[in-house]
């Protein structure tokens, strides 16, 4: 109890993480994005600490619009990136520690009860609240594990020495990603998923 209250000594800094990066993690060579495939994304470093809460997947991708309807708009559905797949599995060296089926499905209601309207506003990015008129144009978005994945919004700590891996199956089309009049023919082409 004595050396608890020696407030005269010297301090202990424990600095032994001294930073925090954020490393990209890229598919295997001959993935495709094709409807109904599946897509991994292995991080084979094993001296590494991960941090699932905090980390993200970054989608890239184009919209195409194949045929046309004067007057009739067409807007990417709120959490659209999360209906772009049917399943979402988390594996920890090899271990399936969480998995999400029908990801828009089940992920949209969760967000708009927990997440709070200042969360919802820094969460643009990550295709959520997202109602902008579209016109075959390229678009971007990161989100969280936390948005996807109920493991991710529990457990707050690192991972040691162990092979993460993230598989996502692809929808079989993109009609509940697209909001807007059934004549409009549009297609998403995924050209990057981090």
């Known amino acids: 109890m004595i050396d608890i209250l020696n407030i005269g000594g010297e301090p202990i800094f424990d600095d032994r993480i001294i930073k925090i990066e954020t490393p990209t993690y890229n ?3 001959n993935t495709t994005f094709g409807y109904s495939d599946e897509i991994r994304i292995p991080i084979q470093h094993q001296d590494l600490y991960t ?3 905090e980390s993200f997947l970054y989608v890239k991708g184009k919209l195409i619009v194949h045929k046309k309807n004067n007057g009739t708009e ?3 559905r709120n959490n659209c990136v999360a209906f772009m797949f049917d399943e979402l599995r988390y594996e920890l060296d090899g271990v399936e520690i969480d998995r999400n089926r029908n990801v828009g499905i089940t992920s949209t209601p969760i967000n708009y ?3 709070t309207p200042e969360r919802g506003k ?5 295709a959520w609240d997202v109602a902008h008129n579209v016109v075959e144009s390229y678009f971007n978005f990161c989100l969280p594990f936390n948005m996807l994945l109920g493991f991710c919004e529990d457990y707050k700590r690192i991972v040691i020495n162990a092979c ?3 598989i996502l199956i692809r929808s079989r089309n993109d ?3 697209l909001f807007g009049h059934t004549s409009v023919e549009a297609e998403i082409e ?3 998923i981090q």
């Open 175 to 177: 009609k509940n990603c």
């Open 74 to 76: 067409l807007v990417l």
């Open 27 to 29: 598919l295997y060579a």
């Open 164 to 166: 993460d891996e993230l």
């Open 113 to 115: 009860v927990s997440l």
């Open 51 to 53: 941090l699932p809460c």
């Open 122 to 126: 820094i969460l643009k990015n990550a």
């Open 190 to 192: 995924l050209l990057k």
